[in-house]
Protein backbone atom coordinates (compact mmCIF):
# COMPACT_ATOMS: atom_id res chain seq x y z
CA UNK A 1 0.00 0.00 0.00
CA UNK A 2 1.48 2.97 -0.86
CA UNK A 3 1.36 6.05 2.04
CA UNK A 4 3.94 8.39 0.33
CA UNK A 5 1.67 11.26 -1.34
CA UNK A 6 4.11 12.56 -3.38
CA UNK A 7 2.84 9.34 -5.36
CA UNK A 8 -1.00 10.36 -5.31
CA UNK A 9 -0.66 13.64 -6.20
CA UNK A 10 0.62 15.70 -9.89
CA UNK A 11 2.51 17.53 -8.09
CA UNK A 12 4.34 14.55 -6.85
CA UNK A 13 5.40 16.15 -3.70
CA UNK A 14 4.13 15.31 0.19
CA UNK A 15 4.98 13.40 2.81
CA UNK A 16 3.33 9.93 4.26
CA UNK A 17 -0.12 9.73 4.91
CA UNK A 18 -0.37 8.11 9.04
CA UNK A 19 -3.15 6.13 7.65
CA UNK A 20 -4.74 5.00 4.32
CA UNK A 21 -6.92 3.08 2.76
CA UNK A 22 -8.60 3.22 -0.97
CA UNK A 23 -12.14 2.90 -1.45
CA UNK A 24 -13.88 1.09 -4.15
CA UNK A 25 -17.03 1.22 -3.33
CA UNK A 26 -19.39 4.29 -1.95
CA UNK A 27 -20.55 2.30 0.99
CA UNK A 28 -17.18 1.76 1.36
CA UNK A 29 -16.00 5.28 1.66
CA UNK A 30 -18.67 6.21 3.90
CA UNK A 31 -17.95 3.33 5.82
CA UNK A 32 -14.11 4.35 6.27
CA UNK A 33 -15.27 8.24 6.75
CA UNK A 34 -17.72 7.17 9.20
CA UNK A 35 -15.12 5.28 11.05
CA UNK A 36 -12.41 7.77 11.38
CA UNK A 37 -14.98 10.40 12.37
CA UNK A 38 -15.86 7.96 15.28
CA UNK A 39 -11.94 7.85 16.42
CA UNK A 40 -11.97 11.52 15.66
CA UNK A 41 -9.00 10.77 13.30
CA UNK A 42 -8.42 13.42 10.63
CA UNK A 43 -9.75 12.53 7.10
CA UNK A 44 -8.17 13.62 3.96
CA UNK A 45 -9.50 12.71 0.80
CA UNK A 46 -7.62 12.32 -2.54
CA UNK A 47 -9.10 11.64 -5.85
CA UNK A 48 -6.75 12.45 -8.79
CA UNK A 49 -4.81 14.74 -6.36
CA UNK A 50 -4.49 17.38 -9.09
CA UNK A 51 -5.55 20.34 -6.92
CA UNK A 52 -3.47 19.32 -3.50
CA UNK A 53 -0.21 20.41 -2.26
CA UNK A 54 0.02 18.28 0.99
CA UNK A 55 2.81 19.02 3.54
CA UNK A 56 6.32 17.77 3.48
CA UNK A 57 5.44 16.38 6.94
CA UNK A 58 2.34 14.35 5.32
CA UNK A 59 -0.82 14.13 6.56
CA UNK A 60 -1.41 13.05 10.95
CA UNK A 61 -4.60 11.02 9.51
CA UNK A 62 -6.13 8.80 7.20
CA UNK A 63 -5.60 9.50 3.72
CA UNK A 64 -9.12 7.94 1.29
CA UNK A 65 -8.12 7.44 -2.22
CA UNK A 66 -11.43 7.40 -3.99
CA UNK A 67 -11.58 4.89 -6.42
CA UNK A 68 -15.68 4.01 -6.72
CA UNK A 69 -16.81 2.94 -9.77
CA UNK A 70 -19.67 3.46 -12.41
CA UNK A 71 -21.62 5.47 -15.11
CA UNK A 72 -25.00 5.40 -16.51
CA UNK A 73 -26.48 7.01 -19.16
CA UNK A 74 -30.25 7.27 -18.78
CA UNK A 75 -31.88 9.66 -21.92
CA UNK A 76 -29.62 12.75 -21.60
CA UNK A 77 -28.22 12.37 -18.46
CA UNK A 78 -25.41 10.90 -17.14
CA UNK A 79 -24.60 9.53 -13.93
CA UNK A 80 -20.93 8.64 -12.36
CA UNK A 81 -19.61 7.61 -9.49
CA UNK A 82 -16.90 10.15 -7.96
CA UNK A 83 -13.52 7.72 -8.22
CA UNK A 84 -14.59 7.94 -12.50
CA UNK A 85 -11.55 9.40 -14.12
CA UNK A 86 -13.15 12.62 -15.40
CA UNK A 87 -11.33 13.04 -18.71
CA UNK A 88 -12.38 9.49 -19.97
CA UNK A 89 -15.95 10.34 -18.72
CA UNK A 90 -15.74 13.50 -20.99
CA UNK A 91 -14.95 11.31 -23.86
CA UNK A 92 -17.52 8.12 -23.26
CA UNK A 93 -19.99 11.18 -23.31
CA UNK A 94 -19.09 12.21 -26.83
CA UNK A 95 -19.03 8.73 -27.99
CA UNK A 96 -22.83 8.10 -26.67
CA UNK A 97 -23.51 11.79 -28.53
CA UNK A 98 -23.96 13.52 -25.59
CA UNK A 99 -23.08 16.81 -26.10
CA UNK A 100 -21.74 19.54 -23.08
CA UNK A 101 -18.78 18.35 -21.61
CA UNK A 102 -16.18 18.89 -24.65
CA UNK A 103 -15.09 22.04 -23.02
CA UNK A 104 -14.02 20.28 -20.15
CA UNK A 105 -11.78 18.14 -22.24
CA UNK A 106 -8.48 16.83 -20.64
CA UNK A 107 -9.14 18.23 -17.13
CA UNK A 108 -7.15 16.03 -14.66
CA UNK A 109 -8.79 14.41 -11.71
CA UNK A 110 -11.39 12.04 -11.05
CA UNK A 111 -15.76 12.83 -10.93
CA UNK A 112 -16.71 13.68 -7.68
CA UNK A 113 -13.91 16.62 -7.41
CA UNK A 114 -15.12 18.30 -10.38
CA UNK A 115 -17.76 20.00 -8.30
CA UNK A 116 -15.88 21.08 -5.48
CA UNK A 117 -14.00 24.13 -7.50
CA UNK A 118 -16.64 24.24 -9.91
CA UNK A 119 -14.24 23.18 -12.90
CA UNK A 120 -13.80 24.88 -15.55
CA UNK A 121 -12.32 25.74 -18.35
CA UNK A 122 -12.93 27.56 -22.46
CA UNK A 123 -16.43 28.83 -20.96
CA UNK A 124 -18.07 25.95 -19.86
CA UNK A 125 -17.84 25.20 -15.85
CA UNK A 126 -19.22 22.07 -13.67
CA UNK A 127 -22.39 23.66 -12.64
CA UNK A 128 -23.54 24.30 -16.66
CA UNK A 129 -24.32 20.62 -16.91
CA UNK A 130 -24.65 19.35 -12.89
CA UNK A 131 -28.19 17.95 -12.27
CA UNK A 132 -27.69 16.95 -8.71
CA UNK A 133 -25.24 14.41 -6.59
CA UNK A 134 -25.20 12.34 -3.86
CA UNK A 135 -23.09 13.96 -0.40
CA UNK A 136 -22.23 12.43 2.81
CA UNK A 137 -22.46 14.92 5.32
CA UNK A 138 -19.96 14.44 8.08
CA UNK A 139 -21.59 16.66 10.52
CA UNK A 140 -25.36 14.86 10.14
CA UNK A 141 -24.19 11.56 9.29
CA UNK A 142 -26.38 12.13 6.53
CA UNK A 143 -26.72 10.88 2.94
CA UNK A 144 -28.30 13.44 0.49
CA UNK A 145 -29.15 13.97 -2.65
CA UNK A 146 -28.48 17.60 -3.65
CA UNK A 147 -29.01 19.85 -6.36
CA UNK A 148 -26.30 22.69 -7.95
CA UNK A 149 -28.25 25.66 -5.97
CA UNK A 150 -27.02 23.83 -2.28
CA UNK A 151 -23.56 23.48 -3.83
CA UNK A 152 -22.91 27.13 -3.02
CA UNK A 153 -21.27 27.83 -6.33
CA UNK A 154 -19.84 31.22 -6.94
CA UNK A 155 -17.79 32.53 -9.11
CA UNK A 156 -13.62 31.38 -8.72
CA UNK A 157 -13.99 28.10 -8.13
CA UNK A 158 -16.20 28.86 -5.48
CA UNK A 159 -18.41 25.85 -4.00
CA UNK A 160 -19.36 24.68 -0.33
CA UNK A 161 -17.07 21.81 -0.66
CA UNK A 162 -14.12 24.33 -1.68
CA UNK A 163 -11.87 24.14 1.67
CA UNK A 164 -14.40 22.29 3.73
CA UNK A 165 -13.60 18.56 4.96
CA UNK A 166 -17.59 18.40 5.66
CA UNK A 167 -19.16 16.60 2.34
CA UNK A 168 -18.07 13.57 0.89
CA UNK A 169 -19.45 13.89 -2.55
CA UNK A 170 -19.85 10.06 -3.70
CA UNK A 171 -21.66 10.70 -7.55
CA UNK A 172 -22.75 13.14 -9.69
CA UNK A 173 -25.46 13.19 -12.36
CA UNK A 174 -25.17 15.79 -15.13
CA UNK A 175 -27.88 17.07 -17.26
CA UNK A 176 -26.54 17.19 -21.29
CA UNK A 177 -27.71 17.19 -24.75
CA UNK A 178 -28.57 14.62 -27.13
CA UNK A 179 -26.49 15.88 -30.10
CA UNK A 180 -23.13 15.61 -31.93
CA UNK A 181 -22.84 19.03 -32.00
CA UNK A 182 -20.99 21.30 -29.62
CA UNK A 183 -22.42 23.88 -27.06
CA UNK A 184 -21.77 27.41 -28.90
CA UNK A 185 -18.47 28.36 -28.59
CA UNK A 186 -17.52 30.66 -25.42
CA UNK A 187 -13.99 31.65 -25.21
CA UNK A 188 -12.01 33.89 -28.08
CA UNK A 189 -8.75 31.38 -27.91
CA UNK A 190 -11.04 28.50 -28.81
CA UNK A 191 -13.31 30.21 -31.29
CA UNK A 192 -9.65 31.41 -33.02
CA UNK A 193 -8.15 27.46 -33.09
CA UNK A 194 -11.36 26.46 -34.84
CA UNK A 195 -12.17 29.18 -37.15
CA UNK A 196 -15.33 30.38 -36.21
CA UNK A 197 -16.62 32.99 -34.13
CA UNK A 198 -17.87 33.20 -30.66
CA UNK A 199 -21.57 31.88 -30.37
CA UNK A 200 -21.02 29.49 -33.33
CA UNK A 201 -20.92 25.97 -32.68
CA UNK A 202 -19.40 22.93 -34.36
CA UNK A 203 -19.19 18.91 -34.18
CA UNK A 204 -18.58 18.16 -30.31
CA UNK A 205 -16.21 16.27 -31.29
CA UNK A 206 -14.27 19.34 -32.81
CA UNK A 207 -14.23 21.18 -29.53
CA UNK A 208 -12.50 18.30 -27.85
CA UNK A 209 -9.71 17.92 -30.39
CA UNK A 210 -9.24 21.78 -30.40
CA UNK A 211 -9.57 21.81 -26.43
CA UNK A 212 -7.05 19.10 -26.11
CA UNK A 213 -4.62 20.60 -28.57
CA UNK A 214 -4.57 23.87 -26.65
CA UNK A 215 -3.88 22.55 -23.48
CA UNK A 216 -1.44 20.43 -24.56
CA UNK A 217 0.43 23.53 -25.92
CA UNK A 218 -0.05 25.01 -21.91
CA UNK A 219 1.12 21.86 -20.44
CA UNK A 220 -2.38 21.37 -19.55
CA UNK A 221 -3.06 17.64 -19.90
CA UNK A 222 -1.16 14.85 -17.47
CA UNK A 223 1.84 13.91 -19.39
CA UNK A 224 4.48 11.71 -16.73
CA UNK A 225 7.28 12.43 -19.22
CA UNK A 226 6.78 16.48 -19.36
CA UNK A 227 7.58 17.97 -15.89
CA UNK A 228 5.81 21.03 -17.18
CA UNK A 229 2.43 18.77 -16.20
CA UNK A 230 4.16 17.93 -12.25
CA UNK A 231 1.75 20.81 -11.35
CA UNK A 232 -1.98 21.54 -10.02
CA UNK A 233 -2.36 23.85 -13.39
CA UNK A 234 -3.06 26.51 -12.39
CA UNK A 235 -1.27 27.72 -9.07
CA UNK A 236 -3.34 31.26 -8.69
CA UNK A 237 -6.54 32.45 -9.22
CA UNK A 238 -7.26 35.27 -11.32
CA UNK A 239 -7.74 37.91 -9.18
CA UNK A 240 -11.05 40.00 -8.94
CA UNK A 241 -10.18 43.54 -8.34
CA UNK A 242 -12.37 46.66 -7.28
CA UNK A 243 -10.51 49.03 -9.60
CA UNK A 244 -7.59 47.93 -11.58
CA UNK A 245 -4.33 49.87 -10.25
CA UNK A 246 -3.07 51.92 -13.71
CA UNK A 247 0.00 50.27 -14.08
CA UNK A 248 -1.83 47.05 -14.29
CA UNK A 249 -4.33 48.59 -16.96
CA UNK A 250 -2.81 46.75 -19.86
CA UNK A 251 -3.53 43.18 -18.53
CA UNK A 252 -6.47 41.28 -19.80
CA UNK A 253 -9.60 41.93 -17.88
CA UNK A 254 -13.28 40.79 -17.76
CA UNK A 255 -16.65 42.16 -15.99
CA UNK A 256 -17.32 39.80 -12.52
CA UNK A 257 -20.42 40.84 -10.90
CA UNK A 258 -17.90 41.24 -7.68
CA UNK A 259 -15.52 43.46 -9.84
CA UNK A 260 -13.16 43.17 -12.50
CA UNK A 261 -11.62 39.52 -12.87
CA UNK A 262 -7.77 40.35 -14.21
CA UNK A 263 -5.42 37.78 -15.99
CA UNK A 264 -3.20 36.66 -13.02
CA UNK A 265 -1.03 35.20 -16.05
CA UNK A 266 -0.14 38.25 -17.58
CA UNK A 267 0.09 39.68 -14.16
CA UNK A 268 3.31 37.24 -13.46
CA UNK A 269 5.00 37.91 -16.34
CA UNK A 270 5.24 41.63 -16.42
CA UNK A 271 6.27 41.48 -12.91
CA UNK A 272 9.20 39.94 -14.75
CA UNK A 273 8.64 36.28 -14.31
CA UNK A 274 9.18 34.50 -18.03
CA UNK A 275 8.52 31.12 -18.70
CA UNK A 276 10.60 28.74 -16.60
CA UNK A 277 11.76 31.11 -13.82
CA UNK A 278 13.05 30.11 -11.00
CA UNK A 279 15.26 27.31 -10.99
CA UNK A 280 17.25 28.88 -8.34
CA UNK A 281 14.49 28.28 -5.88
CA UNK A 282 14.98 24.59 -4.42
CA UNK A 283 18.75 23.75 -6.17
CA UNK A 284 16.79 23.48 -9.33
CA UNK A 285 13.70 21.30 -8.45
CA UNK A 286 10.96 23.92 -9.12
CA UNK A 287 10.58 26.57 -11.66
CA UNK A 288 7.67 27.82 -13.49
CA UNK A 289 6.32 26.12 -15.93
CA UNK A 290 8.42 26.60 -19.36
CA UNK A 291 4.98 26.87 -21.41
CA UNK A 292 2.33 28.81 -19.14
CA UNK A 293 3.44 30.99 -16.23
CA UNK A 294 0.80 30.12 -13.71
CA UNK A 295 1.51 26.40 -13.26
CA UNK A 296 4.42 25.85 -10.62
CA UNK A 297 6.41 22.80 -11.40
CA UNK A 298 8.06 20.00 -10.15
CA UNK A 299 11.43 19.79 -12.15
CA UNK A 300 12.05 15.81 -10.06
CA UNK A 301 12.89 16.15 -6.58
CA UNK A 302 11.10 19.12 -5.42
CA UNK A 303 9.64 19.19 -1.84
CA UNK A 304 6.63 20.95 -0.36
CA UNK A 305 9.03 23.36 1.28
CA UNK A 306 10.42 24.52 -2.49
CA UNK A 307 7.34 24.82 -4.13
CA UNK A 308 6.04 27.11 -1.30
CA UNK A 309 8.97 28.96 -1.49
CA UNK A 310 8.90 29.81 -5.15
CA UNK A 311 4.73 30.31 -5.18
CA UNK A 312 5.89 32.91 -2.51
CA UNK A 313 8.23 34.46 -4.37
CA UNK A 314 5.99 34.74 -6.99
CA UNK A 315 3.15 35.98 -5.16
CA UNK A 316 5.82 39.13 -3.61
CA UNK A 317 6.77 40.18 -6.59
CA UNK A 318 3.53 40.56 -8.32
CA UNK A 319 2.47 42.45 -4.86
CA UNK A 320 5.50 44.65 -5.16
CA UNK A 321 4.64 45.25 -8.70
CA UNK A 322 1.24 46.14 -8.71
CA UNK A 323 -0.14 45.77 -5.40
CA UNK A 324 -1.95 43.00 -5.88
CA UNK A 325 -1.94 39.77 -3.59
CA UNK A 326 -2.42 36.32 -5.49
CA UNK A 327 -4.37 33.68 -3.80
CA UNK A 328 -3.47 29.81 -4.23
CA UNK A 329 -6.56 28.24 -5.94
CA UNK A 330 -4.94 24.60 -5.03
CA UNK A 331 -5.70 23.19 -1.74
CA UNK A 332 -2.65 23.59 0.32
CA UNK A 333 -3.02 20.67 3.51
CA UNK A 334 -0.78 21.43 6.08
CA UNK A 335 1.18 23.95 4.23
CA UNK A 336 0.81 27.37 3.37
CA UNK A 337 3.00 30.19 1.26
CA UNK A 338 5.28 32.11 3.72
C1 LIG B 1 -2.24 19.97 -15.62
C2 LIG B 1 -3.47 20.43 -14.85
C3 LIG B 1 -4.46 21.17 -15.51
C4 LIG B 1 -5.61 21.59 -14.83
N1 LIG B 1 -6.56 22.29 -15.48
C5 LIG B 1 -7.68 22.72 -14.84
C6 LIG B 1 -8.69 23.46 -15.53
O1 LIG B 1 -8.59 23.72 -16.72
N2 LIG B 1 -9.76 23.88 -14.81
C7 LIG B 1 -9.91 23.60 -13.49
O2 LIG B 1 -10.92 24.01 -12.89
N3 LIG B 1 -8.99 22.87 -12.82
C8 LIG B 1 -7.88 22.43 -13.45
N4 LIG B 1 -6.92 21.71 -12.78
C9 LIG B 1 -7.12 21.41 -11.36
C10 LIG B 1 -7.71 20.00 -11.10
O3 LIG B 1 -7.48 19.14 -12.18
C11 LIG B 1 -9.20 20.04 -10.81
O4 LIG B 1 -9.47 20.87 -9.71
C12 LIG B 1 -9.76 18.63 -10.52
O5 LIG B 1 -11.16 18.66 -10.46
C13 LIG B 1 -9.23 18.04 -9.24
O6 LIG B 1 -9.65 16.70 -9.18
P1 LIG B 1 -8.88 15.63 -8.33
O7 LIG B 1 -9.67 14.37 -8.37
O8 LIG B 1 -7.48 15.54 -8.78
O9 LIG B 1 -8.96 16.29 -6.89
P2 LIG B 1 -7.89 16.19 -5.71
O10 LIG B 1 -6.72 17.04 -6.04
O11 LIG B 1 -7.62 14.78 -5.37
O12 LIG B 1 -8.70 16.88 -4.54
C14 LIG B 1 -9.00 18.26 -4.57
C15 LIG B 1 -9.84 18.61 -3.35
O13 LIG B 1 -11.09 17.98 -3.45
C16 LIG B 1 -11.31 17.11 -2.34
N5 LIG B 1 -12.01 15.93 -2.85
C17 LIG B 1 -11.55 15.03 -3.76
N6 LIG B 1 -12.50 14.11 -4.01
C18 LIG B 1 -13.58 14.45 -3.27
C19 LIG B 1 -14.87 13.88 -3.08
N7 LIG B 1 -15.27 12.77 -3.72
N8 LIG B 1 -15.72 14.50 -2.20
C20 LIG B 1 -15.34 15.64 -1.55
N9 LIG B 1 -14.13 16.20 -1.67
C21 LIG B 1 -13.26 15.61 -2.53
C22 LIG B 1 -9.93 16.79 -1.80
O14 LIG B 1 -9.95 16.42 -0.43
C23 LIG B 1 -9.23 18.10 -2.04
O15 LIG B 1 -9.54 19.01 -1.02
C24 LIG B 1 -5.76 21.27 -13.44
C25 LIG B 1 -4.76 20.52 -12.80
C26 LIG B 1 -3.63 20.10 -13.50
C27 LIG B 1 -2.58 19.29 -12.79
Known amino acids: MPTAISELTTMRVGGSAREFAVAKTSDELVSLVRAADAAHTPVLLIGGGSNLVVADSGFDGLVIKVETSGTRIDGDSMWVAAGEPWDPVVAASLDEGLAGLEALSGIPGLTGATPVQNVGAYGTVTSDVLRELTVYDRESGRIEVWGPDRCGFGLHRQSVFKHSMRYVILDTTM ?57 VGSFFLNPVLEEVPEKASRAPQYPDPSGIKIHAAWLIQNAGFAHGFGTEFGNGTVALS ?31 EFGITLVPECDLVGCSLT
Open 175 to 231: ELRRSTVSDPVRYAGLADRLGVTIGDTVPAKDVREAVLDLRGQKGMVLDPADHDTWS
Open 290 to 320: TKHVLAVTNRGGASTADVMALASHIRDGVRA
